[in-house]
């Protein structure tokens, strides 16, 4: 139905930047709202940033802002995550995801979304 896969990944050193795209096929037409999530070693998947269709409205996890932003591009079918200021502790398999019509502030949880990429790896070295 809805079809999203994750790119950009890779490994860098701490202190280095990526940015990460997830591009949306299949059925994409409707209000969906877009997140990024990530998922460390050892840990379970954590609420990374959100961004409703229009993208007027944003909201990125307090311990990631001023490092992470995340954009959007309709005419592209793409979603997109700035990442700035790499940690180690940013290790982890980032994954995109999409559900139409979220409600406010539910976009924090990873139960709330019917659609997910496959990931891309991210390793940051010391």
């Known amino acids: 139905q809805v079809q999203l896969v994750e790119s950009g990944g890779g490994l860098v050193h701490t202190g280095d930047s990526l940015r990460l795209s997830c591009a949306a096929s299949?059925?994409?037409?409707?209000?969906?709202?877009m997140s990024w999530f990530r998922q460390p070693p050892g840990k379970e998947r954590e609420f990374v940033a959100a961004i409703s269709w229009s993208g007027s409205s944003t909201v990125v996890v307090d311990s990631l802002k001023g490092r992470f932003t995340i954009s959007r591009n309709n005419a592209k079918n793409t979603l997109n995550l700035q990442m700035n200021s790499l940690k180690p502790e940013d290790t982890a398999v980032y994954y995109c995801?999409?559900?139409?019509?979220?409600?406010?502030?539910?976009?924090?949880?990873?139960?709330?979304?019917?659609?997910w990429g496959q990931g891309t790896q991210v390793t940051v070295s010391s």
């Open positions: 299949g059925r994409t037409s409707g209000n969906f709202y």
């Open positions: 995801a999409a559900q139409r019509d979220m409600y406010s502030g539910s976009y924090y949880y990873t139960r709330n979304y019917a659609y």
